[in-house]
């Protein structure tokens, strides 16, 4: 038994087969067609997994395995990026992406109609770029609401309008009532268009035997729900426990602890997914190793980095962000970048910004034990700041638990773990 993981990134398509053990066995990637800003396809998506797939079959056929051994496929695909569809899956209206923003008038709607607070709430929200994509549906040809993952999935399996917990969460779906709320439709929502919601991993249907037979594949090969890229990057790093953390250290900061309750405050960003009988909560912050590559390149990083002490703290006070605003684990639009003085020192300056981030990420732990997830027991480490050793010896002086850097985040292989789970 095979299973395959599809992860539609923001630079492009990543597959992973993994056996039953959750061995890797093979994995390929495409890049996305290039769109164009404020016009984007989400045909193009679907372009992008088609040749993502033929070269994982090339790949499975090189290594002298049989695709047809492929059993079960789950998707995962950037949070909040969506799409309308007819009920022959063609899209009637651009894709709306996950950073897309400026929906001002649907902000007005949901806070009118919605819980304070809520996550749905902000012009930059999922559910306000659901109704924006209403407004393009000029014909009313829309059947089916489809978040990134779930458009994929309806290609592979010949039939739209199903969707997951992770993915529906942000555009207002309660995963722990296991129901829309009925308020959207006060809001403006066109509630038909809505997606029946299964939890991550639950088995959707047999592959379409058109796709099925145009990449070699098993007629009976089962779809299951899928996820968000950033927690099926969770599930590739093999985190399973309670109080088990990962922080991404990428361009900006995520943390993610697996939480035996669901814990939520939107006004400091912090939100939970539901995984089985678990929660994975977390929140982002907009500090991280943007900053970073702000004032050094990665040589720079590397070789001032070995000049540091990470046993010793610094004198300076930093909260080191590109430019004002914060959401996590502080939530506050107009929050100035705290950076000064730069001592003379770049040594001292990295430190600083290093220390500054830690200090960071362990208030964002502090938060998730605060609201009753938990205190947080270890911690892996993925991104591209996982492997900068005097930060993780900062990290774990400031947050006081044992830091790791994860051998596996890619979202693909996540995903195809989630297809091997029994759900």
Request: aromatic share 4%; net charge negative.
């Given at each position: 038994m095979l299973a395959l993981g599809i992860d539609i990134g923001t630079s492009?398509?990543?597959?992973?087969?993994?056996?039953?053990s959750g061995t890797l066995l093979s994995s390929s990637r495409s890049p996305h067609l290039l769109q164009v800003e404020g016009d984007v396809q989400a045909e193009y998506w679907w372009a992008s997994v088609r040749d993502c797939?033929?070269?994982?079959?090339?790949?499975?056929?090189?290594?002298?395995?049989?695709?047809?051994?492929?059993?079960?496929?789950?998707?995962?695909?950037?949070?909040?990026?969506?799409?309308?569809?007819?009920?022959?899956?063609?899209?009637?209206?651009?894709?709306?992406?996950?950073?897309?923003?400026?929906?001002?008038?649907e902000a007005e709607l949901i806070r009118r109609h919605g819980p304070a607070n809520h996550i749905t709430q902000g012009s930059n929200s999922a559910l306000a770029r659901l109704i924006r994509l209403q407004s393009y549906d000029m014909?009313?040809?829309?059947?089916?609401?489809?978040?990134q993952a779930d458009f994929v999935m309806a290609r592979l399996t010949g039939v739209a309008g199903f969707s997951d917990h992770n993915n529906a969460l942000k555009t207002g779906y309660d995963p722990q009532c296991e129901s829309w709320p009925d308020w959207l439709e006060a809001a403006g929502v066109r509630t038909d268009l809505l997606p029946r919601v299964l939890p991550p991993g639950r088995a959707v249907r047999q592959i379409d035997a058109k796709v099925a037979e145009e990449f070699g594949l098993a007629h009976d090969l089962v779809v299951k729900a899928g996820t968000t890229d950033s927690i099926a990057a969770y599930l590739a790093t093999g985190a399973s426990e309670i109080g088990t953390a990962v922080t991404s250290l990428g361009t900006t900061l995520a943390v993610k602890m697996l939480s035996p309750a669901r814990i939520e405050d939107p006004s400091i960003g912090l939100y939970s997914h539901k995984l089985g009988d678990a929660w994975i909560a977390g929140g982002a912050s907009n500090s991280g190793g943007g900053v970073l590559l702000r004032f050094f390149d990665e040589a720079q990083l590397r070789s001032l980095s070995g000049l540091i002490d990470p046993s010793r703290e610094t004198d300076l006070d930093y909260y080191p962000l590109l430019r004002p605003g914060e959401r996590f684990p502080t939530n506050d639009p107009d929050m100035l970048p705290r950076i000064t003085p730069r001592p003379e020192d770049d040594v001292h300056f990295l430190h600083g910004l290093l220390q500054g981030i830690a200090r960071i990420e362990s208030q964002?732990?502090?938060?998730?034990?605060?609201?009753?997830?938990?205190?947080?027991?270890?911690?892996?480490?993925?991104?591209?700041?996982?492997?900068?050793?005097?930060?993780?010896?900062?990290?774990?002086?400031?947050?006081?638990?044992?830091?790791?850097?994860?051998?596996?985040?890619?979202?693909?292989?996540?995903?195809?773990?989630l297809a091997l789970r029994e759900n």
């Open positions: 492009g398509v990543r597959s992973a087969v993994l056996d039953e797939l033929a070269h994982t079959i090339d790949a499975l056929h090189e290594a002298k395995l049989n695709p047809r051994d492929i059993e079960v496929l789950a998707v995962d695909g950037t949070s909040g990026s969506m799409v309308l569809v007819d009920a022959a899956i063609c899209p009637v209206t651009p894709a709306l992406m996950y950073n897309s923003s400026g929906f001002d008038a014909s009313g040809s829309a059947n089916f609401l489809c978040h964002g732990y502090k938060a998730l034990e605060r609201m009753g997830g938990g205190a947080v027991q270890r911690i892996l480490t993925v991104g591209g700041g996982a492997g900068n050793e005097t930060w993780r010896l900062i990290r774990e002086r400031e947050i006081g638990v044992p830091v790791e850097t994860a051998t596996r985040d890619q979202a693909s292989i996540g995903s195809a773990l």
